[in-house]
């Protein structure tokens, strides 16, 4: 059961313009959502994160959206940069006997053309 | 500072064999952990840490072992080998996992250990 869906696989903008990551989710319960970075042969690194009581959050040419009605989280990069291109994992946060765990989505690579 | 620093980079096994992938962390972190991934499948845990002496299960944990003798290390076993458990492993760390902690429970990961197993 993935309770964490990122349904494109990749996707390839223009350098300069706007990338949106999509995830959907099915726990009402996540009361943390984060995304992560990932490039080739390297550890994913921390980007962004929201909390479930807020519907927005931004940090530089990074903003993260939840639409808790919907159960969806995006990520929208502006402008994109070459240096964006890499596989992005959606993440939210469930807690299990006391211990907060991570739940991730598939991923959708990211390749941004010059 | 490492970081979270991994060994081995890569390993190929045969099927049966076991081994052993090691994870250490120099930021004294309470919570440690063990993803696999896989193609299409994501970061899946295998196993987690909230303190030294206390492991417990995550989603993908038969075939795998861990301990937590220490707070700097969680050694990931693998018992006997399987074609299936070829993957990409990354151990992760962070400051909280216990639910004494608010906030977002931000990983730092390793660079991976890719394994194959023929």
């Known amino acids: 059961d993935q309770q964490v869906k990122q349904n494109s696989p990749s996707l390839s903008v223009q350098e300069g313009r706007i990338s949106i990551l999509n995830c959907d989710y099915t726990n009402s319960m996540f009361d943390y959502f984060l995304w992560y970075k990932k490039y080739p042969a390297e550890g994913p690194t921390f980007l962004i994160s929201?909390?479930?009581?807020?519907d927005k959050n931004e940090d530089g040419r990074f903003t993260v959206f939840l639409n808790k009605s919907a159960k969806h989280l995006s990520l929208h990069i502006v402008p994109s940069q070459p240096g964006d291109s890499a596989v992005y994992f959606c993440a939210a946060i469930t807690r299990h006997q006391g211990a907060q765990k991570l739940v991730f989505g598939q991923g959708t690579r990211l390749t941004i053309n010059p | 500072n490492a970081g979270v620093t991994q060994t081995p980079k890569f390993q190929v096994l045969k099927t049966g064999q076991s081994m052993t992938l090691q994870c250490a962390q120099d930021?004294?972190?309470?919570?440690m952990s063990w993803y696999r991934q896989d193609p299409g499948m994501g970061l899946r845990l295998i196993h987690y840490s909230v303190g030294a002496g206390i492991t417990d299960q995550g989603e993908v944990p038969n075939g795998y072992n861990v301990s937590r003798s220490t707070t700097e290390d969680f050694p990931l076993r693998l018992l006997s080998a399987a074609p299936s458990q070829t993957s990409v492993y990354f151990c992760?760390?962070?400051w909280g996992g216990g639910n004494r902690i608010s906030g977002a429970n931000v990983l730092t990961f390793g660079a991976g250990s890719r394994l194959t197993v023929l």
């Open positions: 992760a760390s962070s």
């Open positions: 929201i909390s479930s009581i807020k």
């Open positions: 930021m004294n972190h309470e919570y």
